[in-house]
T-cell receptor, first 114, second 116 residues
Framework: SQKIEQNSEALNIQEGKTATLTCNYT??????LQWYRQDPGRGPVFLLL?????KEKRKERLKVTFDTTLKQSLFHITASQPADSATYLC?????????????FGRGTQLTVWP | GAVVSQHPSRVICKSGTSVKIECRSL??????MFWYRQFPKQSLMLMAT?????????EQGVEKDKFLINHASLTLSTLTVTSAHPEDSSFYIC????????????FGEGSWLTVV
């Protein structure tokens, strides 16, 4: 069956450390993998997109890697801050699927404590 | 600022009544919009794909007669929950697909529905 699994439901780290979140997928052929931030009671906010032929993408303190052999993406937040506390969602756009249709993981709730 | 607006952000309705949620793309035309539902601590689950000028495509297990979707213009899709029951209480989120040089997906802020 098709699955998108995010490593843990919750991750707690100290301010200044690097947060690493994992997304593994099974039985999907992704064209793109995206990461979103979701705050409580709000819609998802787009962070980064990486294509299936790309290995790594960076944006400010964020870095995403994509390994299609391992079927895994890692999402890193360096120099984390309490304001980074939120739920982070991994989502796939799949080859052959309707453009814009996303398949989501359950999310990892990140808490950064001072 | 928001490029996809969802309204209302919160709504409480009585069991058996219907409630409409709107999703608008503010500064672009969206031929395709998507409706998701999210239960607490769960992932966003696609309910249906809304195509301007044609019938919506529903995911397996989603009752099309209960969740009516209308995409009457290139900037507006509506989701109507008919004969709502308490188990329909959830967070409903829309997204709009902007096609162009850089295809982009924009999400609305979501609508909390509570059925009492």
């Amino acid at each position: 069956s098709q699955k998108i699994e995010q490593n843990s439901e919750a991750l707690n780290i100290q301010e200044g450390k690097t947060a690493t979140l994992t997304c593994n997928y099974t039985n999907y052929s992704p064209a793109y993998l995206q990461w979103y931030r979701q705050d409580p009671g709000r819609g998802p906010v787009f962070l980064l997109l990486i294509r299936e032929n790309e290995k790594e993408k960076r944006k400010e303190r964020l870095k995403v890697t994509f390994d299609t052999t391992l079927k895994q993406s890692l999402f890193h937040i360096t120099a984390s801050q309490p304001a980074d506390s939120a739920t982070y969602l991994c989502a796939l756009e799949v080859v052959g699927s309707t453009l814009g249709r996303l398949y989501f993981g359950r999310g990892t709730q990140l808490t950064v404590w001072p | 600022g928001a490029v996809v607006s969802q309204h209302p952000s919160r709504v409480i309705c009585k069991s058996g009544t219907s409630v409409k949620i709107e999703c608008r793309s503010l500064d672009f035309q969206a031929t395709t919009m998507f409706w998701y539902r999210q239960f607490p601590k769960q992932s966003l689950m696609l309910m249906a794909t809304s195509n301007e000028g044609s019938k919506a495509t529903y995911e397996q297990g989603v009752e099309k007669d209960k969740f009516l979707i209308n995409h009457a213009s290139l900037t507006l899709s509506t989701l109507t929950v008919t004969s709502a029951h308490p188990e329909d209480s959830s967070f409903y989120i829309c997204s709009a697909f902007r096609q162009g040089v850089r295809n982009t997906i924009y999400f609305g802020e979501g609508s909390w529905l509570t059925v009492v």
